[in-house]
């Protein structure tokens, strides 16, 4: 318990200093009196990916974050506290949001996307922006006059601070692709370099354009790693914000500073919509691909693999014969009685007596070892590294007896036994066809001799 509580107060100081720092550098680069930013707050991207990752627990580091950064941005304690509050509250009510939707944050899915940013844009910033400033006008903070102004640029802020750091965070945190270090600074360097010729050396003053150059660099991203295509995107949107806080760059050309930021934005969230979108659906087609290579090569029933991967598992065997020296052992299998089973008690009891089969076999195999059901009631074996005959058959009797102790299976007592043939590699073959032929025969060998035996070729 004091583990716990240790992890949570670090992650809190952790929270609270990111929040702090991250709304210091919104507020230089792109703001508006100090209390709201017209284009992306940052912290609220980073606080909401920590209170879907981290739950309830980081609440406290976003409530200290966010007093001291308006503390020291200015703002007095009195309305400090209740914006502070209010900002907490928000990223409560995104948990619950989430929770209460099922929706998964991991985003694996296009559902999950658009939860994510429904949420952010219909309900967490209207929330934040109308009762933040609602409270800064009734302590005369604000007048009624700039109360819905200053709605708007909190609400767009915010929305885009979530939209540009919450996914991408989410993604790194969430996303079992392997990435590399070094291709996240390769990318940097990329990003940065594009943008600083087209904006800069180029003096490109069309949005369009702009998107049309950097748009397919982006989405290509996305067929190899999201996280990488996400990254690339907030590369590009955070040197356009500093571009433009230095007046330089595509949105600085307009004659009002309202067109420049809608510009701006519009080409924000073009990278992160696109790239979130294609990048999910490429994920889930990738997703759905894998799943049918699975189906194809591993039992549906028992989750082993199938006869599709037999010849690939006994091709490795003999390259092991081959080029390690090393001795194994094919062991085929099938079940004695198992149609009876099946006509006796029905085909759903005989699905479980193979699934149960398979969880005591599996005790007395190792990871260098191959476990395969190749057939209704065939399965196969491959013993790698077989040391001797002696330990070979002390394992097989062992199995035996595993497997042939009474099942309890829905209210019926269920016998089975197996009888198992086996092939030596290399000594009994170092091709697919012979060692299994050898194995096969020795089976049957063995159901003669009695079954609920093993029989070595």
Same mark, same amino acid.
């Given at each position: 318990?004091?583990?716990?509580?240790?992890?949570?107060?670090?992650?809190?100081?952790?929270?609270?200093?990111i929040?702090?720092?991250?709304? +210091?550098?919104?507020?230089?680069?792109?703001?508006?009196?100090m209390?709201?930013?017209?284009? $992306?707050?940052?912290? &609220?991207?980073?606080?909401?990916?920590?209170?879907?990752?981290?739950?309830?627990?980081?609440?406290?580091?976003i409530?200290?974050?966010?007093?001291i950064?308006g503390?020291?941005?200015?703002?007095?304690?009195?309305?400090?506290? /209740?914006?502070?509050?209010?900002?907490?509250?928000e990223?409560?009510?995104?948990?619950?949001?989430?929770?209460? =939707?099922?929706?998964?944050? *991991? @985003?694996?899915?296009?559902?999950?996307?658009?939860?994510? !940013?429904?949420?952010?844009?219909?309900?967490?910033?209207?929330?934040?922006a109308? !009762?933040?400033?609602?409270?800064?006008?009734?302590?005369?903070?604000?007048?009624?006059k700039?109360?819905? %102004?200053?709605?708007l640029?909190w609400?767009f802020?915010?929305?885009?601070g979530?939209?540009?750091?919450? /996914?991408?965070?989410?993604? !790194?945190?969430?996303?079992k692709q392997?990435?590399?270090?070094?291709?996240?600074?390769?990318?940097?360097?990329?990003?940065?370099? @594009?943008n600083?010729?087209?904006?800069?050396?180029?003096?490109?003053?069309?949005?369009?354009?702009?998107?049309?150059?950097? @748009? /397919?660099?982006?989405?290509?991203?996305t067929?190899?790693? #999201?996280?990488? $295509?996400?990254?690339?995107?907030?590369?590009?949107?955070?040197?356009?914000?500093?571009?433009?806080?230095?007046?330089?760059?595509?949105?600085? +050309?307009?004659? %009002?500073?309202?067109?420049?930021?809608?510009?701006?934005?519009?080409f924000?969230?073009s990278?992160i919509?696109?790239?979130?979108?294609?990048?999910i659906?490429?994920?889930?087609?990738?997703? $759905?691909?894998?799943?049918?290579?699975?189906?194809?090569?591993?039992d549906?029933?028992?989750?082993?693999?199938?006869?599709?991967?037999?010849?690939?598992? #006994?091709?490795?065997?003999?390259f092991?014969?081959?080029?390690k020296d090393?001795k194994?052992?094919?062991?085929?299998?099938?079940?004695?009685? =198992? +149609?009876?089973?099946n006509?006796?008690?029905?085909h759903?009891?005989?699905?479980?007596?193979? +699934? *149960?089969?398979?969880?005591?076999?599996?005790?007395?195999?190792?990871?260098?070892?191959?476990?395969?059901?190749?057939?209704?009631?065939?399965?196969?074996?491959?013993?790698?590294?077989?040391?001797?005959?002696e330990?070979?058959?002390?394992?097989?009797?062992?199995?035996?007896?595993s497997?042939?102790?009474?099942?309890?299976?829905?209210g019926?007592?269920?016998?089975?036994s197996?009888?198992?043939?086996? $092939?030596?590699? /290399?000594?009994?073959?170092?091709?697919? &066809?012979?060692?299994m032929?050898t194995?096969?025969?020795?089976?049957?060998?063995?159901?003669?001799?009695?079954?609920n035996?093993?029989?070595?070729?």
């Amino acid at each position: 318990m004091k583990k716990i509580s240790n992890s949570n107060i670090i992650k809190n100081i952790f929270m609270a200093l990111i929040y702090y720092v991250t709304g +210091k550098i919104s507020f230089m680069v792109f703001s508006q009196d100090m209390i709201v930013t017209m284009s $992306a707050f940052a912290p &609220e991207g980073f606080a909401l990916a920590a209170v879907l990752i981290f739950g309830r627990a980081i609440l406290p580091g976003i409530f200290i974050g966010q007093l001291i950064l308006g503390i020291t941005s200015g703002m007095s304690p009195i309305s400090i506290i /209740p914006i502070s509050i209010i900002n907490t509250l928000e990223a409560y009510i995104a948990l619950q949001f989430f929770n209460y =939707f099922k929706f998964n944050k *991991e @985003l694996l899915s296009i559902k999950d996307v658009f939860g994510l !940013l429904f949420m952010i844009v219909f309900i967490l910033q209207p929330f934040s922006a109308l !009762l933040g400033n609602a409270t800064l006008l009734i302590l005369n903070i604000i007048t009624a006059k700039e109360y819905f %102004t200053d709605v708007l640029f909190w609400w767009f802020g915010n929305v885009m601070g979530q939209l540009l750091f919450t /996914p991408l965070l989410l993604i !790194l945190y969430y996303n079992k692709q392997k990435v590399k270090l070094l291709n996240f600074i390769y990318l940097l360097i990329f990003f940065l370099g @594009l943008n600083y010729i087209l904006q800069v050396s180029l003096q490109v003053d069309n949005v369009s354009i702009l998107l049309m150059v950097t @748009l /397919p660099s982006t989405i290509y991203l996305t067929t190899t790693n #999201i996280s990488y $295509a996400s990254f690339a995107s907030v590369i590009l949107a955070s040197v356009s914000l500093y571009f433009t806080h230095l007046g330089i760059g595509t949105f600085t +050309k307009e004659s %009002t500073q309202i067109d420049n930021i809608i510009d701006l934005n519009f080409f924000m969230v073009s990278h992160i919509i696109l790239v979130l979108l294609i990048g999910i659906l490429f994920r889930e087609k990738q997703g $759905a691909i894998d799943s049918l290579k699975s189906m194809a090569h591993y039992d549906f029933l028992t989750g082993l693999p199938n006869r599709h991967l037999l010849r690939e598992e #006994i091709h490795h065997t003999v390259f092991l014969a081959h080029e390690k020296d090393q001795k194994s052992a094919i062991c085929f299998i099938d079940l004695d009685g =198992f +149609k009876n089973v099946n006509d006796t008690l029905g085909h759903h009891i005989g699905d479980k007596v193979l +699934k *149960e089969i398979v969880k005591r076999v599996k005790v007395f195999t190792h990871s260098e070892d191959a476990f395969l059901r190749i057939g209704g009631d065939e399965f196969l074996i491959i013993f790698n590294h077989c040391t001797s005959r002696e330990k070979l058959n002390e394992k097989l009797t062992r199995i035996l007896e595993s497997v042939s102790s009474t099942m309890y299976l829905d209210g019926d007592k269920v016998h089975i036994s197996f009888s198992v043939g086996i $092939a030596s590699c /290399p000594q009994d073959g170092t091709t697919v &066809e012979s060692l299994m032929n050898t194995a096969d025969n020795a089976m049957y060998e063995a159901k003669r001799r009695g079954k609920n035996q093993f029989f070595h070729a």
